[in-house]
């Protein structure tokens, strides 16, 4: 069984649309701690929906592998815990954070932050359910007047979850201002529980600032790590006061971007993978040479062969 309290190092973030299966293993094997799945609805997977199930196999590679739940009801939410132990997940995560409209509309996600005896309960319901341990994503809050990261941590730890991954925002600053580290710091305080602080890290050096002003027991990396899986290599030295390990060559980069490109091609079927690649490849152009080209060559993917034909145009526009 998986112990938080163990793990150093950063995790990969849930990101709908992002975190699949091709990339939570590739971010295992360059070091993440743990991944997770794309959120899935408690709901949809009690109706048996088979979409979401395709969202979930796959694993997560040689890391522990989290799979995300949202859903505002605790019955649903426990039910729909017990359903996804079949995909073989090493802990459940619940969604307390997203921000989308057709989440927050049906209460979930980030609207549970509004009310932090719902949180606990949802909590309570899930970790009854399942022998797994069971985790909390969450926000800062909802708005500046409703900042409840630190009931809600309490009453999360009160129901018996494992660990708390809070990204430093409310819901009504979507993904626009800095976080704020003083609300990691407030939840780090407020709970025994490991913490992962979450938020726009980019680097080692952002991961370890942040560590060290709140005091949180690690990190979380979303965006940061797309693209750029040798960051969880660069964190792991920097927290093991090791030197920082060389850095990807272009080769590198252009031969992942492909190898992650073939993957999601040979879990989704070519269409859908190629659609799906054009955010996921756009990560790994950023600061090259050509950008305008590059991007417009990205929107377009259709095929495989398209991505080797970008990858082409990347060495045109940047080697010699
Ligand atoms: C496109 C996208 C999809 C996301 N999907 C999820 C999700 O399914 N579940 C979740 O808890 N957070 C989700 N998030 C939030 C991230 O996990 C993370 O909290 C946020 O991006 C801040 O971290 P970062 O700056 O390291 O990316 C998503 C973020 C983005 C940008």
Known sequence: MID???????????????????????M???????????MVSAKALTYGDRKTGALLSGGGGCAPYG????????????????????????????????????????G???????????????AEAVVKAVPVPVTVKLRKGWDADTVTCTEVAKRCEAAGVSLLAVHGRTREEMY?????PGCIAAVKQAVGIPVLGNGDLLTAADAKQLMAETGCDGVMIGRGALGNPWLFAEIKAMLAGQPTPAGP?????????????????????EGPAMRQARTQVM??????????????AACGLTYYRDAEELVRLVYRHNVG
């Open 176 to 180: 626009t201002p800095p976080i704020d």
């Open 249 to 269: 060559t272009l080769k590198d980069r252009m031969d992942l971007l492909l190898r992650q490109v073939y993957a999601m091609c040979e879990e989704k079927g």
């Open 28 to 38: 295992a094997e360059y070091g993440a701690a743990y991944t997770v799945s794309e």
């Open 108 to 122: 979930a996600g980030s609207a549970l932050m509004r009310d932090p005896a719902l949180c606990g309960a949802i």
């Open 67 to 106: 799979i995300q739940i949202f859903g505002a009801e605790p019955q649903t939410m426990a039910e729909g815990a017990k359903l996804v132990l079949k995909y073989n997940p090493d802990f459940i995560d619940i969604n307390m954070g997203c921000p989308a409209p057709k989440i927050t509309g049906g």
């Open 4 to 26: 938080f309290t163990q793990l150093s190092g950063a995790a990969f973030a849930p990101m709908a649309g992002l975190s699949d299966a091709p990339a939570r293993r590739i």
């Open 283 to 296: 990560y790994f152009l950023k600061g090259l040479h050509g950008a305008a080209e590059l991007r417009r």
